[in-house]
């Protein structure tokens, strides 16, 4: 066809830019922009996806370009061009400019690390489709007859020209993209490893390490057993503390935080044998007062229904024990192949995508931190390893001697369900009907002890240690004036 004149009217430059902002504008700035808001407000960008998001805003720009000034018109419906736009980027695909705003829709979700971002540009995919086949290549046949017919004949509607080339596409796309995410989360955990080192110290306990850190000087120690994806940073304003009475030890469990994996399942008793090993490997004194939080309670209780020599007093903070484990869970055959499924996806960088803590919509060093250390996925795989030892766990704590009935404990409850469960599985869970469970579980293994004491602490979340760190260092300060 051949070249119309060139034609920069004011008048018509108006026109474009206003379908521009009506339309693409809208779709693909304005929309993921506001959905991308908690991550703009954070801060928290993947600029990886600006390998996206600028060829997807060059080819929409020259698109415009090519309507204006080829196709004499703009790309809204109300105002199309007059002569059928055949060139350039249209050789090679009949819709372009659908394909740029896809590119940026996928840059947006990739720069932001976001899934509801992913979803959208998938839902706006669909639509472009269904109208582009329905609407779109009707309304152009009927208007430019028999030079639509010969241009559709020669340029794919898409990118392919065969069901064959679009198979193979598609198979590339799925041998690609897994290998792209493996490559991202491991230069994602390179990268973590260098910025967050470990602050303790690593302690081999046979063929694997262990991080523990200690502060403060006296006796006896103090042991914080953290909550499931907590570490050893974690509840710094309780331990700082207790720490200016006595020492206080926190530590990675296998898998968490800057501690080594272990290999297979991995039971409460796994876990209270590796602590016994850490304590004899780092020449800590025993006994120990232990300071539980949440799933780290298991572990606690065992240890000290195992070792009672090495334990002078308790403390369980909202915590899971014995009486939470029951039958019906090892009849509950979803628990491990979902455990395992979050530690495979893990390792293609999911978890950063997901975000399932919220963390990234905070911006302080502290969070980063948390992310680095919760985000890979050794501890996804540590979670999974835990699942599959659930049969074993229940039968330990089965054959395991009960604890012993003069020893110091206290037994805090949290006064709401806040941080219970993850957001993620939040609405897949009765979270009501499991704190009154775990409530109920906490009376009854305070009456285990003649010194057990049991409260709720108010304004508490789930992590009590965090939202309400004074209380927990008055428990600890009290066991341990019982025990001197």
């Known amino acids: 066809?051949?070249?119309?004149?060139?034609?920069?009217?004011?008048?018509?430059?108006?026109?474009?830019?206003?379908?521009?902002?009506?339309?693409?504008?809208?779709?693909?700035?304005?929309?993921?922009?506001?959905?991308?808001?908690?991550?703009?407000?954070?801060?928290?960008?993947?600029?990886?996806?600006?390998?996206?998001?600028?060829?997807?805003?060059?080819?929409?720009?020259?698109c415009v370009r090519a309507f204006l000034v080829r196709g004499k018109g703009t790309l809204a419906p109300w105002d199309p061009p007059r002569y059928?736009?055949?060139?350039?980027?249209?050789?090679?695909?009949?819709?372009?400019m659908y394909l740029a705003v896809e590119t940026i829709l996928a840059g947006w979700a990739a720069l932001f690390a976001s899934v509801p971002l992913l979803l959208y540009a998938l839902a706006v995919f669909i639509v472009i489709h269904l109208r582009v086949v329905f609407g779109e290549e009707p309304t152009l046949a009927r208007a430019f007859g028999t030079e639509w017919k010969q241009y559709a004949s020669r340029a794919p509607r898409w990118l392919f020209r065969s069901r064959r080339a679009v198979v193979g596409v598609w198979i590339a796309i799925l041998v690609i993209m897994p290998i792209t995410a493996l490559a991202y989360e491991a230069y994602a955990d390179a990268r973590d490893a260098r910025e967050?080192?470990?602050?303790?110290?690593?302690?081999?306990?046979?063929?694997?390490?262990?991080h523990l850190l200690c502060i403060g000087r006296g006796e006896p120690i103090v042991f914080f057993e953290v909550s499931g994806f907590s570490n050893a940073l974690s509840f710094a304003a309780a331990r700082d503390?207790?720490?200016?009475?006595?020492?206080?030890?926190?530590?990675?469990?296998?898998?968490?935080?800057?501690?080594?994996?272990?290999?297979?399942?991995?039971?409460?008793?796994?876990?209270?044998r590796d602590l016994a090993v850490l304590?004899?490997?780092?020449?800590?004194?025993?006994?120990?007062?232990?300071?539980a939080s949440s799933i780290g309670g298991l572990t606690a209780e065992l240890f000290a229904r195992q070792f009672p020599e090495?334990?002078?007093?308790?403390?369980?903070?909202?915590?899971?024990?014995?009486?939470?484990?029951?039958?019906?869970?090892?009849?509950?055959?979803?628990?491990?192949?979902?455990?395992?499924?979050?530690?495979?996806?893990?390792?293609?960088?999911?978890?950063?995508?997901?975000?399932?803590?919220?963390?990234?919509?905070?911006?302080?060093?502290?969070?980063?931190?948390?992310?680095a250390v919760m985000y890979n996925s050794r501890p996804w795989m540590q979670l999974c390893a835990m699942a599959r030892g659930l049969p074993d766990t229940v039968?330990?704590?089965?054959?395991?001697?009960?604890?012993?009935?003069?020893?110091?404990?206290?037994?805090?409850?949290?006064?709401?369900?806040?941080e219970l469960v993850p957001l993620g599985i939040a609405r897949f869970v009765n979270v009501d009907g499991l704190k009154r469970e775990l409530e109920a579980s906490h009376r009854r293994v305070a009456a285990w002890s003649t010194r057990g004491k049991w409260s709720i602490v108010p304004a508490s979340t789930h992590l009590i240690a965090s939202s309400q760190p004074n209380a927990v260092a008055d428990a600890v300060l009290d066991v341990l004036d019982q025990v001197h």
């Not at 206003?18 to 954070?42: N, T």
């Not at 967050?196 to 262990?210: N, T």
């Not at 039968?395 to 806040?418: C, K, M």
């Open 196 to 210: 967050f080192p470990p602050p303790g110290m690593l302690v081999d306990i046979g063929g694997r390490r262990l």
């Open 1 to 62: 066809m051949g070249r119309p004149p060139s034609y920069t009217g004011r008048r018509m430059i108006r026109r474009a830019l206003l379908a521009f902002l009506a339309l693409p504008g809208i779709v693909a700035f304005a929309v993921p922009l506001w959905i991308a808001r908690p991550a703009i407000h954070a801060g928290t960008f993947h600029w990886l996806g600006l390998l996206l998001l600028l060829p997807g805003v060059v080819l929409l720009a020259w």
């Open 279 to 291: 304590q004899d490997r780092a020449k800590l004194k025993a006994p120990y007062v232990l300071v």
């Open 395 to 418: 039968q330990q704590f089965a054959t395991a001697p009960p604890l012993r009935g003069d020893l110091p404990l206290t037994v805090l409850s949290a006064s709401s369900t806040i």
């Open 310 to 371: 090495r334990v002078a007093g308790l403390v369980l903070l909202d915590a899971a024990n014995s009486i939470t484990l029951s039958p019906r869970l090892l009849l509950a055959r979803w628990i491990p192949p979902t455990a395992c499924t979050a530690g495979v996806i893990a390792h293609f960088g999911a978890m950063r995508m997901i975000d399932p803590f919220g963390l990234y919509r905070e911006t302080t060093d502290a969070a980063r931190r948390s992310a």
């Open 241 to 272: 503390r207790v720490a200016e009475r006595t020492m206080v030890c926190s530590y990675d469990r296998s898998g968490m935080g800057w501690s080594d994996p272990a290999n297979g399942p991995v039971s409460a008793g796994d876990l209270a």
């Open 84 to 96: 059928l736009v055949a060139h350039g980027a249209y050789r090679v695909s009949r819709n372009p």
